[in-house]
Protein backbone atom coordinates (compact mmCIF):
# COMPACT_ATOMS: atom_id res chain seq x y z
CA UNK A 1 0.00 0.00 0.00
CA UNK A 2 1.32 3.67 -1.06
CA UNK A 3 0.54 6.39 1.44
CA UNK A 4 -2.43 7.86 -1.26
CA UNK A 5 -3.96 4.52 -2.00
CA UNK A 6 -7.32 4.35 -1.59
CA UNK A 7 -8.01 2.37 1.26
CA UNK A 8 -11.82 0.97 2.70
CA UNK A 9 -12.21 -0.34 6.04
CA UNK A 10 -15.38 -2.45 6.50
CA UNK A 11 -16.90 -2.44 9.64
CA UNK A 12 -14.89 0.88 10.87
CA UNK A 13 -16.86 1.63 14.01
CA UNK A 14 -15.90 -1.46 15.95
CA UNK A 15 -13.29 -2.70 17.63
CA UNK A 16 -10.82 -3.91 14.85
CA UNK A 17 -12.08 -1.80 12.40
CA UNK A 18 -11.20 1.54 14.42
CA UNK A 19 -8.04 0.64 15.76
CA UNK A 20 -7.03 -0.67 12.32
CA UNK A 21 -8.55 2.99 11.05
CA UNK A 22 -5.73 4.19 13.95
CA UNK A 23 -2.74 2.65 13.05
CA UNK A 24 -3.47 3.69 8.85
CA UNK A 25 -3.94 7.19 10.11
CA UNK A 26 -0.32 6.93 12.23
CA UNK A 27 1.27 5.44 9.60
CA UNK A 28 -0.04 8.80 7.15
CA UNK A 29 -2.44 7.22 5.10
CA UNK A 30 -4.97 10.01 4.01
CA UNK A 31 -7.54 8.18 1.45
CA UNK A 32 -9.35 5.96 3.73
CA UNK A 33 -12.91 5.61 3.07
CA UNK A 34 -15.53 4.32 5.53
CA UNK A 35 -19.28 4.32 5.66
CA UNK A 36 -21.54 3.10 9.38
CA UNK A 37 -23.89 0.57 8.79
CA UNK A 38 -26.91 3.10 8.80
CA UNK A 39 -25.14 4.59 5.55
CA UNK A 40 -24.26 1.62 3.57
CA UNK A 41 -25.77 -1.98 5.15
CA UNK A 42 -23.35 -4.45 3.91
CA UNK A 43 -25.88 -7.54 3.54
CA UNK A 44 -27.63 -5.79 1.31
CA UNK A 45 -25.53 -6.76 -2.53
CA UNK A 46 -27.01 -4.19 -4.55
CA UNK A 47 -25.97 -1.53 -2.38
CA UNK A 48 -22.41 -2.90 -1.88
CA UNK A 49 -21.92 -3.24 -5.11
CA UNK A 50 -23.01 0.40 -6.06
CA UNK A 51 -20.38 1.67 -3.41
CA UNK A 52 -17.75 -0.80 -4.52
CA UNK A 53 -18.51 0.66 -8.26
CA UNK A 54 -18.47 4.49 -7.34
CA UNK A 55 -15.81 3.90 -5.26
CA UNK A 56 -13.08 1.88 -6.52
CA UNK A 57 -10.77 1.01 -3.40
CA UNK A 58 -7.76 -0.39 -4.20
CA UNK A 59 -6.96 -2.07 -1.01
CA UNK A 60 -10.01 -3.36 1.67
CA UNK A 61 -9.79 -4.46 5.39
CA UNK A 62 -12.72 -6.54 6.01
CA UNK A 63 -13.43 -6.17 9.97
CA UNK A 64 -17.00 -5.66 9.45
CA UNK A 65 -19.24 -8.69 11.29
CA UNK A 66 -21.93 -9.39 13.48
CA UNK A 67 -19.73 -10.46 16.78
CA UNK A 68 -20.44 -11.38 20.35
CA UNK A 69 -19.43 -13.11 23.56
CA UNK A 70 -20.89 -16.82 24.33
CA UNK A 71 -24.39 -16.35 24.92
CA UNK A 72 -24.70 -13.94 21.74
CA UNK A 73 -23.38 -16.31 19.67
CA UNK A 74 -25.68 -19.15 21.25
CA UNK A 75 -28.74 -17.31 21.07
CA UNK A 76 -28.81 -15.61 17.86
CA UNK A 77 -27.53 -18.39 16.02
CA UNK A 78 -29.62 -17.82 12.54
CA UNK A 79 -28.35 -14.50 12.98
CA UNK A 80 -24.97 -15.11 13.09
CA UNK A 81 -24.75 -17.21 10.08
CA UNK A 82 -26.73 -15.52 7.80
CA UNK A 83 -25.00 -11.75 8.72
CA UNK A 84 -21.69 -12.85 8.30
CA UNK A 85 -22.11 -14.95 5.68
CA UNK A 86 -24.00 -12.01 3.27
CA UNK A 87 -21.59 -9.60 4.76
CA UNK A 88 -18.14 -11.29 3.66
CA UNK A 89 -19.97 -12.83 0.28
CA UNK A 90 -20.94 -9.16 -0.61
CA UNK A 91 -17.71 -7.49 -0.30
CA UNK A 92 -15.26 -10.15 -1.58
CA UNK A 93 -17.54 -10.86 -4.68
CA UNK A 94 -17.45 -6.79 -4.91
CA UNK A 95 -13.77 -6.39 -4.88
CA UNK A 96 -13.73 -8.76 -7.37
CA UNK A 97 -15.83 -7.13 -9.76
CA UNK A 98 -14.13 -3.83 -9.09
CA UNK A 99 -10.76 -5.04 -9.14
CA UNK A 100 -9.48 -4.53 -5.89
CA UNK A 101 -5.91 -5.02 -5.64
CA UNK A 102 -5.36 -6.94 -2.35
CA UNK A 103 -8.25 -7.53 0.42
CA UNK A 104 -7.34 -8.85 4.15
CA UNK A 105 -9.68 -10.87 5.60
CA UNK A 106 -10.42 -11.45 9.23
CA UNK A 107 -11.86 -14.92 10.83
CA UNK A 108 -11.11 -15.97 14.61
CA UNK A 109 -9.84 -18.76 16.36
CA UNK A 110 -13.17 -20.38 17.59
CA UNK A 111 -13.15 -21.95 13.31
CA UNK A 112 -10.90 -24.78 15.02
CA UNK A 113 -12.22 -27.66 15.99
CA UNK A 114 -13.59 -27.65 19.85
CA UNK A 115 -10.72 -30.46 21.02
CA UNK A 116 -8.05 -29.77 18.26
CA UNK A 117 -4.65 -30.53 19.81
CA UNK A 118 -3.30 -27.30 21.41
CA UNK A 119 -1.72 -24.85 20.27
CA UNK A 120 -3.84 -24.73 17.30
CA UNK A 121 -1.97 -24.81 14.01
CA UNK A 122 -3.41 -23.69 10.61
CA UNK A 123 -3.66 -26.41 9.33
CA UNK A 124 -6.07 -28.18 11.81
CA UNK A 125 -8.64 -26.33 10.44
CA UNK A 126 -11.62 -28.54 9.45
CA UNK A 127 -9.98 -31.55 11.08
CA UNK A 128 -13.04 -32.11 13.68
CA UNK A 129 -16.77 -30.95 14.85
CA UNK A 130 -17.01 -27.42 15.69
CA UNK A 131 -17.25 -26.00 19.78
CA UNK A 132 -21.53 -25.90 19.40
CA UNK A 133 -21.88 -22.51 21.34
CA UNK A 134 -20.48 -20.83 18.59
CA UNK A 135 -20.90 -23.23 15.05
CA UNK A 136 -22.49 -20.66 13.31
CA UNK A 137 -20.23 -18.02 13.28
CA UNK A 138 -17.29 -20.35 12.86
CA UNK A 139 -19.00 -21.79 9.74
CA UNK A 140 -19.55 -18.64 8.23
CA UNK A 141 -16.13 -17.38 9.17
CA UNK A 142 -14.42 -21.07 7.79
CA UNK A 143 -16.99 -19.74 4.71
CA UNK A 144 -15.06 -16.59 4.49
CA UNK A 145 -11.49 -17.87 4.72
CA UNK A 146 -12.65 -20.37 1.39
CA UNK A 147 -13.69 -17.34 -0.51
CA UNK A 148 -10.24 -15.81 0.00
CA UNK A 149 -8.58 -18.91 -1.06
CA UNK A 150 -10.90 -19.80 -4.35
CA UNK A 151 -11.02 -16.65 -5.42
CA UNK A 152 -7.47 -16.26 -5.36
CA UNK A 153 -7.18 -19.87 -6.90
CA UNK A 154 -9.80 -19.27 -9.64
CA UNK A 155 -9.46 -16.04 -10.39
CA UNK A 156 -6.05 -14.85 -9.24
CA UNK A 157 -7.60 -12.40 -6.45
CA UNK A 158 -4.65 -11.57 -3.68
CA UNK A 159 -7.04 -12.06 -1.00
CA UNK A 160 -5.23 -12.98 2.45
CA UNK A 161 -6.92 -14.28 6.08
CA UNK A 162 -6.12 -13.64 9.65
CA UNK A 163 -6.99 -15.45 12.35
CA UNK A 164 -7.29 -13.33 15.84
CA UNK A 165 -7.39 -15.27 19.21
CA UNK A 166 -10.16 -13.75 21.54
CA UNK A 167 -9.24 -9.80 21.56
CA UNK A 168 -10.55 -6.90 23.59
CA UNK A 169 -9.62 -2.86 23.53
CA UNK A 170 -11.25 0.59 22.99
CA UNK A 171 -14.46 0.33 21.40
CA UNK A 172 -15.40 -3.01 23.15
CA UNK A 173 -19.11 -4.16 23.76
CA UNK A 174 -19.57 -3.80 27.62
CA UNK A 175 -23.20 -5.00 27.34
CA UNK A 176 -23.40 -7.52 29.98
CA UNK A 177 -25.19 -10.12 27.84
CA UNK A 178 -23.73 -10.02 24.65
CA UNK A 179 -20.41 -9.01 25.22
CA UNK A 180 -16.95 -11.50 25.52
CA UNK A 181 -15.47 -12.19 29.03
CA UNK A 182 -12.83 -9.92 29.46
CA UNK A 183 -15.20 -6.42 28.84
CA UNK A 184 -18.27 -7.94 30.95
CA UNK A 185 -15.51 -8.44 33.89
CA UNK A 186 -14.84 -5.28 33.90
CA UNK A 187 -18.02 -3.96 33.64
CA UNK A 188 -18.97 -6.55 36.55
CA UNK A 189 -16.43 -5.60 38.96
CA UNK A 190 -16.71 -1.96 38.08
CA UNK A 191 -20.58 -2.26 39.04
CA UNK A 192 -20.04 -4.61 42.01
CA UNK A 193 -16.94 -2.17 43.15
CA UNK A 194 -19.53 1.54 43.02
CA UNK A 195 -22.58 -0.99 44.33
CA UNK A 196 -20.46 -2.05 47.16
CA UNK A 197 -21.60 -5.80 46.55
CA UNK A 198 -20.60 -8.35 48.39
CA UNK A 199 -20.14 -11.02 45.39
CA UNK A 200 -20.11 -11.02 41.86
CA UNK A 201 -22.06 -14.05 39.65
CA UNK A 202 -19.30 -15.10 36.66
CA UNK A 203 -20.00 -17.71 34.26
CA UNK A 204 -19.78 -21.23 33.87
CA UNK A 205 -16.86 -23.39 35.93
CA UNK A 206 -14.03 -20.44 35.39
CA UNK A 207 -11.73 -23.23 34.36
CA UNK A 208 -11.93 -23.07 30.32
CA UNK A 209 -8.45 -21.31 29.23
CA UNK A 210 -8.36 -18.28 26.79
CA UNK A 211 -5.70 -15.72 24.76
CA UNK A 212 -6.42 -12.38 24.53
CA UNK A 213 -4.70 -9.71 22.18
CA UNK A 214 -5.23 -6.34 22.52
CA UNK A 215 -6.68 -4.72 19.42
CA UNK A 216 -4.04 -2.49 18.55
CA UNK A 217 -1.87 -5.28 18.49
CA UNK A 218 -3.91 -6.51 15.84
CA UNK A 219 -4.10 -4.00 13.68
CA UNK A 220 -0.29 -3.44 13.76
CA UNK A 221 -0.40 -7.39 12.51
CA UNK A 222 -3.16 -6.62 10.05
CA UNK A 223 -0.88 -3.45 8.50
CA UNK A 224 1.94 -5.79 9.19
CA UNK A 225 -0.04 -8.87 6.52
CA UNK A 226 -1.49 -6.17 4.28
CA UNK A 227 2.26 -4.93 3.51
CA UNK A 228 4.46 -8.17 3.11
CA UNK A 229 2.14 -11.09 3.29
CA UNK A 230 0.58 -12.62 -0.17
CA UNK A 231 0.13 -16.18 0.27
CA UNK A 232 -3.02 -18.52 0.00
CA UNK A 233 -2.64 -20.22 3.77
CA UNK A 234 -4.50 -17.46 6.43
CA UNK A 235 -2.20 -16.67 9.52
CA UNK A 236 -2.90 -17.14 13.22
CA UNK A 237 -2.66 -14.09 14.96
CA UNK A 238 -2.13 -14.06 18.83
CA UNK A 239 0.31 -13.61 21.91
CA UNK A 240 0.69 -17.82 22.19
CA UNK A 241 -0.13 -17.27 25.99
CA UNK A 242 -3.33 -18.44 27.93
CA UNK A 243 -4.75 -18.36 31.08
CA UNK A 244 -8.27 -19.68 32.84
CA UNK A 245 -11.06 -17.60 33.14
CA UNK A 246 -10.48 -17.81 37.30
CA UNK A 247 -7.45 -16.08 36.92
CA UNK A 248 -8.55 -13.96 34.06
CA UNK A 249 -11.22 -13.08 36.84
CA UNK A 250 -8.53 -12.34 39.59
CA UNK A 251 -6.36 -10.26 37.52
CA UNK A 252 -9.26 -8.07 36.14
CA UNK A 253 -10.83 -7.97 40.09
CA UNK A 254 -7.55 -6.82 40.91
CA UNK A 255 -6.99 -4.40 38.78
CA UNK A 256 -10.73 -2.80 39.01
CA UNK A 257 -10.23 -2.97 42.71
CA UNK A 258 -13.03 -4.72 43.87
CA UNK A 259 -12.68 -6.67 46.93
CA UNK A 260 -15.76 -8.61 47.20
CA UNK A 261 -16.48 -12.49 46.79
CA UNK A 262 -16.73 -14.47 42.97
CA UNK A 263 -19.43 -16.80 42.67
CA UNK A 264 -19.43 -19.29 39.09
CA UNK A 265 -22.77 -19.96 37.93
CA UNK A 266 -22.32 -23.07 35.91
CA UNK A 267 -25.74 -23.16 34.19
CA UNK A 268 -24.08 -20.76 31.98
CA UNK A 269 -22.16 -22.88 29.17
CA UNK A 270 -18.16 -22.65 29.55
CA UNK A 271 -17.46 -23.19 25.87
CA UNK A 272 -14.55 -24.72 24.65
CA UNK A 273 -12.10 -25.87 26.58
CA UNK A 274 -8.89 -24.26 25.16
CA UNK A 275 -8.15 -22.07 22.29
CA UNK A 276 -4.66 -21.22 22.33
CA UNK A 277 -2.72 -20.00 18.83
CA UNK A 278 0.08 -21.72 17.45
CA UNK A 279 1.71 -17.84 16.62
CA UNK A 280 4.53 -20.00 15.25
CA UNK A 281 3.68 -18.51 11.74
CA UNK A 282 3.09 -14.24 12.09
CA UNK A 283 6.26 -14.69 14.38
CA UNK A 284 8.48 -16.04 11.54
CA UNK A 285 7.00 -13.58 9.11
CA UNK A 286 8.71 -11.02 11.72
CA UNK A 287 5.74 -9.84 13.92
CA UNK A 288 5.43 -10.00 17.61
CA UNK A 289 2.63 -8.79 20.07
CA UNK A 290 3.59 -5.83 22.25
CA UNK A 291 1.05 -4.94 24.68
CA UNK A 292 0.95 -7.18 27.69
CA UNK A 293 -2.21 -8.31 29.30
CA UNK A 294 -2.26 -6.69 32.49
CA UNK A 295 -1.11 -3.35 30.80
CA UNK A 296 -3.76 -4.20 28.82
CA UNK A 297 -6.61 -4.36 30.82
CA UNK A 298 -5.70 -1.30 32.32
CA UNK A 299 -6.04 0.59 29.56
CA UNK A 300 -9.46 -1.14 28.82
CA UNK A 301 -10.41 -0.49 32.01
CA UNK A 302 -9.65 2.93 31.84
CA UNK A 303 -11.40 3.19 27.68
CA UNK A 304 -14.77 1.66 29.73
CA UNK A 305 -14.30 4.68 32.11
CA UNK A 306 -14.69 7.05 30.08
CA UNK A 307 -17.16 5.74 27.64
CA UNK A 308 -19.46 4.64 30.50
CA UNK A 309 -19.07 7.23 32.86
CA UNK A 310 -17.90 9.90 31.61
O1 LIG B 1 -15.57 -14.48 25.78
P1 LIG B 1 -16.67 -15.47 25.77
O2 LIG B 1 -18.05 -14.93 25.81
O3 LIG B 1 -16.61 -16.39 24.51
O4 LIG B 1 -16.51 -16.45 27.05
P2 LIG B 1 -15.78 -17.65 23.94
C1 LIG B 1 -15.30 -17.03 27.42
C2 LIG B 1 -15.45 -17.80 28.73
O5 LIG B 1 -15.69 -16.87 29.80
C3 LIG B 1 -16.60 -18.81 28.78
C4 LIG B 1 -16.77 -17.32 30.60
O6 LIG B 1 -16.17 -19.97 29.47
C5 LIG B 1 -17.66 -18.06 29.61
O7 LIG B 1 -18.55 -18.94 30.26
N1 LIG B 1 -17.40 -16.20 31.31
C6 LIG B 1 -17.44 -16.02 32.65
C7 LIG B 1 -18.08 -15.18 30.73
N2 LIG B 1 -18.17 -14.94 32.97
C8 LIG B 1 -18.57 -14.39 31.80
C9 LIG B 1 -19.36 -13.23 31.50
O8 LIG B 1 -19.83 -12.50 32.36
N3 LIG B 1 -19.56 -12.97 30.17
C10 LIG B 1 -19.03 -13.76 29.18
N4 LIG B 1 -19.25 -13.41 27.90
N5 LIG B 1 -18.32 -14.87 29.45
C11 LIG B 1 -16.57 -16.59 21.73
C12 LIG B 1 -17.34 -17.11 20.56
O9 LIG B 1 -16.32 -17.70 22.49
O10 LIG B 1 -15.32 -16.04 21.41
C13 LIG B 1 -17.27 -16.27 19.38
O11 LIG B 1 -18.66 -17.40 20.97
C14 LIG B 1 -15.92 -15.65 19.12
O12 LIG B 1 -17.68 -16.98 18.27
C15 LIG B 1 -15.25 -15.16 20.37
O13 LIG B 1 -15.08 -16.55 18.48
C16 LIG B 1 -13.82 -14.76 20.15
O14 LIG B 1 -14.31 -17.40 23.96
O15 LIG B 1 -16.23 -18.92 24.61
Known sequence: MNISDKIYIAGHRGMVGSAIMRKLIKEGFTNIIAKTSSELDLKQQQGVNDFFEKEKPDYVFVAAAKVGGIMAN????????????????????????????????????????????????????????????????????????????????????????????????????????????????????????????????????GSPKREFLYADDLANACFYLMQNYNEKQFVNIGTGEDLTIHELASLIKNIVGYKGEIIWDRTKPDGTPRKLMDVSKIHSLGWTHEIGLEEGIKKAYEDFLSENVG
Not at 119 to 134: A, F, I, M, Q
Not at 139 to 151: N, S, V
Request: net charge neutral; charged share 15%.
Open 74 to 205: NTYKAEFLYDNLMIEANIIHASYKNNVKKLLFLGSSCIYPKLAPQPLKEEYLLSGLLEPTNEPYAIAKIAGIKLCEYYREQYGCNYISAMPTNLYGPNDNYDLQTSHVLPALIHKFHLAKINHSLSVALWGS
